[in-house]
């Protein structure tokens, strides 16, 4: 084992977290978040301890039952780490926990080893956790509640009071340890997991170090705070089982000054209250609020609660709830919280046929695939006030974009679309989480690149989110599809918003869905009717949630106070506790603005050239007559112009040579990054199917800290090429329809390789004619290191019209740097000949193919630079004109300098560019920018920059 390989030691084998209730409290002052946890707990089935499946009582069939490779990953026993009993009381756990601190992780008191090896020793719960500061762990007393409504994730956990119940139940101190990789809770003579309490509080505080997190300036030079998608997943924001297997639901309550708005992965908009959730008074009997007064939707914000007793003071503070009842690994949870305006957008339906009833093979959560689930999707954008104009173009595109992935894969498997975009330190071009998606400001411009980006952003719904990797090496498992499914839902939106930019006539405002299905109401099939489930097998109504009715404005929407119908038990169970207030929706996305906004000036403008052409193309797959009326304009207003295409009608033809050309440009990309990475991160499947466990008994995500991993797409591209050249074996058409099914089979469980090749296989039993089998291709393509035969006869040559221009671009541009020196000639006075590009990404092409030249002179460079307007260009293009600036020590370093500092997203690359040169010029600007934007860089970009620059 390594440094670079990431430990699991939550011990899921015995015992498991099936639900959290989680409140935050970001301080963005000292940079730490003081969080309060409770953990119910329940012993492994047996069937998650055989590692058949992820559900509490079996429900797998013999064909997804136990298996040799997936019972091996994740089944290990830990050596136990040295403990130190850190139970203590207010008055020392200050002085307690700084000399944990003060030894770097170390327990300040000698392990015994032989209690460690004593068979009688007490049972032990392992979370996993990181840069935490825990201030007390304790039992909470669970007399009279019936626990199921918390361990059976078949009822939903929807209680927005669920927090303060549980904060006045009775408590008793649990005796812990912290180690630097994880917390051990044990309870003095609990000997196995049954015994062991089934609620657990852990109060705590995050370290502004702390890896999860990122505390930053936004654009508009406000403090903010998000989820980077760390190495690490969350621990560092809070203990947990960090192990995919380890799914749970979680609610979540967060504090934050009312100025502050709050992004988080849940099911529905979020539900706003006055003052610090602590101070909500209710009624224990019936979990409802005390002389709650609705809290009107005054300066554009949401309704929300006042507490009866909450200080004047306290009113300056808003408490968010979000909740989920889709069963998840907490590796998923995102947060960001800014000062930023919230943008509604129109509801979109799903514009996929019904899809075929199945069994689910994972736990009964209410999932896409049961009848009561809406197939209208709200949307909501979140930005810095400075960047409404830029994201015009995006949020135009984004109702399209989702609308086209559910044609290609079915009912959008979340309840609704958040779209934030976050500030240009974001390490990232873009992270799919459940119901959320951050984008970086690099991609929200009017340009294909971004609109494909967000396209691939929406395909992890199905794949990464509901359809998750047992084993973490895997990447390509989501990485792959997503790069694969990419260029098909951009090329169906494009041509849906192309048709809605051209229409005659505005479509009705409101989303047409089609007739329901089993012969439910239109009414209740918007409303996605949800039942909860009660202890002593009583059904009683749950919450409705009518997203449709998310797109109201503020001042419409109006919040009524219902009359509690819960019984006047002393502990009833969350159902009825949610039976009133629950019922209220507060719609959370009403067009929203933290303080007053400017429109920010800036933001280019694109142009769709209209032509007098307009053929119908047939081979799109856009559904039938009446499906199309969706690919008009949701909002009743004709479509802005979008930069699709310039020049030309858009047609289907043309953007399959434009994937085509894509695919050349990602050959060339991955060829590249595999000369020069290490052969142990150029595998697909680097575990092949074993387990890593360390001699200390531990076992460890290989390469799971290797910041170099960060940085490289071969899980992206070399997945996507077997995706394609599995198609090719087959026909598209054929191999998108089974990826469709296999995302319906496998639907909330968590896969491996095999069993995608395993049902690609089966679906197309004439391949093993041809010599393919999964062993095959688990040799061929997932286990060996280095640039496959096949991707280099896909794609290392291509001929297209749209590579042909490119090529009649390069052979001007030769030409012209062959004859400067003659004639001193500019691009003014030169004859230029040269059709614009139909799509940037020719652009992106051709400079890949200027940078193989040996050498081009300044004063090309310049005129390059003029003629394309370099500066206007997307991140990609812009990219490769800076190592082209680079390589050929042009003057003007600017353009470097600025997608330095701009485009962190990107930039780690060119600090290796600038210093590979060794060119002084290069290191002293490189060193500069590292100076200036290290503090505001993500983690692993600034080590890696660090390394680059300084050496280890």
Same mark, same amino acid.
């Given at each position: ?10 011990n899921i084998?015995?015992i ?5 209730l989680?409140?935050?409290?970001p301080?963005?002052?000292t940079?730490?978040i003081?969080g ?5 707990? @329940?012993?492994t089935?047996e069937?998650?301890v055989?590692?058949?499946c992820?559900?509490?009582q ?7 039952g ?11 026993t ?5 403990r130190t009993?850190?139970?203590l009381?207010?008055d020392?756990?200050d ?18 080893d ?7 020793k007490d ?10 500061r ?12 019936d626990?199921?409504q918390?361990?059976d ?9 669920a ?45 502004p170090?702390?890896?999860s ?12 705070? %998000?989820t980077?998608?760390a ?8 203990p ?16 934050v000054?009312?100025?502050?708005f709050?992004?988080?992965t849940?099911d529905?908009?979020?539900?706003? %209250? ?7 008074e ?11 007064v609705c ?6 914000h ?15 503070r808003?408490?968010? /709830?979000?909740?989920? &009842? ?6 998923t ?6 000062m ?13 046929s ?20 809406s ?9 810095p ?12 595109f ?6 086209a ?33 951050f ?6 411009i009017?340009?294909p ?7 691939? @952003?929406?395909s992890?719904?199905? %794949? ?9 090496t895997?990447?390509?498992l989501? @990485?792959? %599809? ?14 849906a918003?192309?048709?809605?930019s051209?229409?005659p006539?505005?479509p009705?405002p409101?989303p ?11 009414e209740?099939?918007?409303?996605g009717?949800e ?6 097998g ?10 449709g ?18 019984d006047e ?10 039976e009133?207030h ?7 996305n009403n ?7 400017k429109?920010a ?15 119908e ?31 030309q009608?858009?047609?289907r ?12 440009i ?14 142990d991160l150029?595998t697909?499947?680097p ?6 466990v360390?001699?200390d008994?531990?076992?460890y ?5 290797n910041?170099?991993?960060a940085?490289l797409?071969v899980?992206y591209?070399k ?7 599995m ?13 469709? @099914?296999? !995302?319906g089979?496998?639907?909330g469980?968590l ?7 395993? /049902? ?5 039993p004439?391949v093993k ?20 035969q ?10 297209s019209?749209?590579?042909?221009q490119?090529?009649?671009?390069l052979?001007f ?7 400067k020196?003659?004639?001193g000639q ?18 992106v092409l ?8 040996p ?5 090309t460079?310049?005129q390059?630079?003029?003629y394309?307007?370099m !500066? ?7 990219h ?10 042009y003057?003007?370093l ?13 930039g ?6 600038l210093?590979i040169?060794r060119?002084?010029?290069h ?7 590292f100076t200036? &934007? ?6 692993t ?12």
């Amino acid at each position: 084992m390594s440094n670079q390989d990431l430990p699991l030691l939550a011990n899921i084998n015995d015992i498991r977290a099936r639900h959290y209730l989680i409140r935050l409290e970001p301080n963005f002052t000292t940079k730490v978040i003081r969080g309060k946890v409770f953990i119910f707990f @329940e012993p492994t089935s047996e069937c998650e301890v055989r590692g058949g499946c992820c559900t509490r009582q079996c429900s797998c069939g013999s064909e997804n039952g136990t298996n040799d490779e997936t019972r091996i990953l994740y089944k290990y026993t830990p050596r136990p780490l040295p403990r130190t009993e850190c139970h203590l009381s207010d008055d020392d756990s200050d002085d307690e926990d700084e000399s944990y601190q003060h030894n770097n992780g170390e327990s300040s008191v000698a392990s015994n080893d032989d209690e460690s090896a004593d068979e009688n020793k007490d049972f032990e719960v392992v979370l996993d956790c990181c840069d935490i500061r825990v201030r007390s762990v304790s039992e909470v007393s669970c007399e009279g509640v019936d626990l199921t409504q918390y361990l059976d994730p078949s009822h939903q956990r929807l209680c927005k009071f669920a927090l303060n119940f549980w904060s006045s139940r009775d408590r008793n101190p649990l005796q812990y340890s912290v180690n630097p990789w994880c917390i051990k809770i044990w309870k003095p003579g609990v000997k196995d997991a049954g015994g062991f309490p089934g609620a657990v509080c852990i109060e705590y505080e995050t370290s502004p170090q702390g890896k999860s997190l990122l505390w930053r300036m936004d654009q508009d030079g406000n403090p903010c705070l %998000f989820t980077p998608a760390a190495a690490i997943n969350n621990r560092s924001l809070l203990p947990c089982q960090d192990p995919p297997f380890a799914m749970a639901t979680w609610q979540a309550w967060v504090t934050v000054r009312k100025e502050f708005f709050v992004s988080m992965t849940g099911d529905a908009s979020p539900v706003r %209250f006055v003052g610090h959730m602590d101070d909500q008074e209710y009624h224990a009997a019936t979990h409802t609020p005390s002389s709650a007064v609705c809290c009107p939707d005054s300066d554009n914000h949401d309704g929300g609660y006042y507490g009866s007793h909450v200080p004047e003071w306290e009113i300056s503070r808003v408490s968010y /709830y979000y909740h989920t &009842t889709m069963v998840l690994p907490i590796a998923t949870i995102a947060i960001a919280a800014g000062m930023w305006e919230t943008q509604s957008l129109p509801a979109v339906c799903s514009s996929d046929s019904p899809t075929p009833s199945r069994p689910c093979n994972h736990y009964a959560y209410p999932c896409h695939h049961q009848e009561q689930w809406s197939r209208v999707t709200p949307l909501t954008v979140v930005h810095p006030i400075s960047c409404t104009q830029a994201i015009k173009p995006v949020v135009a595109f984004l109702p399209y974009a989702l609308r086209a992935a559910t044609r290609l894969l079915g009912t959008y498997p979340c309840r609704r679309l958040e779209v934030v975009v976050l500030p240009q330190c974001f390490g990232s071009l873009g992270l799919a989480s459940p119901n959320l998606i951050f984008l970086s400001p690099t991609v929200v411009i009017d340009d294909p690149s971004a609109f494909i980006r967000l396209a691939h @952003e929406i395909s992890h719904a199905w %794949f990464g989110i509901v359809l998750g990797a047992q084993d973490w090496t895997e990447e390509w498992l989501s @990485e792959g %599809f997503a790069t694969y499914l990419e260029d098909a839902i951009f090329a169906d939106a494009a041509l849906a918003y192309h048709r809605a930019s051209r229409a005659p006539s505005p479509p009705s405002p409101q989303p047409q869905c089609k007739k329901p299905r089993n012969g439910t109401s239109e009414e209740e099939e918007q409303e996605g009717t949800e039942e909860e489930s009660h202890s002593g097998g009583e059904e009683e109504e749950g919450e409705r949630e009518n997203e449709g009715d998310e797109a109201k404005s503020g001042d419409e929407e109006e919040d009524e106070e219902r009359k509690s119908k819960g019984d006047e038990d002393d502990v009833p169970d969350e159902s009825k506790l949610c039976e009133s207030h629950d019922e209220e929706e507060h719609p959370g996305n009403n067009q929203h603005r933290h303080q007053s906004s400017k429109e920010a000036e800036g933001g280019r403008k694109g142009s769709t050239e209209e032509s007098a052409g307009g053929e119908e193309d047939k081979s799109v797959r856009c559904g039938s007559d009446e499906e199309r009326e969706g690919d008009k304009n949701p909002s009743g207003e004709p479509a802005a112009p979008l930069r699709l295409c310039s020049g030309q009608t858009l047609t289907r033809a043309r953007l399959e040579e434009l994937a085509d050309l894509r695919a050349h440009i990602r050959y060339r990309t991955l060829a590249s990054e595999l000369e020069h990475s290490a052969e142990d991160l150029q595998t697909l499947r680097p575990m092949q199917g074993e387990s890593m466990v360390g001699a200390d008994g531990i076992s460890y995500v290989k390469n799971g800290l290797n910041p170099d991993k960060a940085f490289l797409q071969v899980h992206y591209l070399k997945g996507y090429f077997l995706l394609k050249y599995m198609s090719q074996l087959v026909g598209r058409a054929k191999f998108d329809a089974m990826i469709r @099914e296999y !995302a319906g089979v496998y639907h909330g469980q968590l896969v491996l390789s095999r069993h995608i090749l395993d /049902y690609f296989i089966k679906t197309f039993p004439q391949v093993k004619r041809h010599g393919v089998t999964r062993e095959t291709l688990y040799t061929t393509w997932l286990n060996q290191p280095g640039l496959n035969q096949e991707i280099a006869d896909m794609y290392a040559e291509t001929s297209s019209d749209l590579v042909a221009q490119v090529a009649h671009h390069l052979q001007f541009w030769e030409h012209f740097d062959k004859s400067k020196k003659r004639s001193g000639q500019t691009i003014k006075r030169a004859k230029v000949q040269l059709d614009p590009f139909v799509f940037p990404d020719q652009l992106v092409l051709l400079l890949e193919y200027l940078l193989e030249l040996p050498k081009v002179y300044k004063r090309t460079l310049r005129q390059i630079n003029e003629y394309y307007d370099m !500066a206007a260009q997307c991140g990609d293009a812009r990219h490769r004109w800076c190592e082209l600036v680079i390589k050929n020590d042009y003057e003007d370093l600017s353009q470097v300098e600025r997608f330095l500092r701009e485009d962190q997203a990107m930039g780690v690359y060119l600090y290796g560019e600038l210093i590979i040169s060794r060119n002084t010029k290069h290191t002293r600007l490189a060193d500069q920018m590292f100076t200036k &934007t290290q503090e505001d860089m993500d983690e692993t970009s600034r080590m890696a920059v660090f390394s680059m620059l300084y050496g280890e």
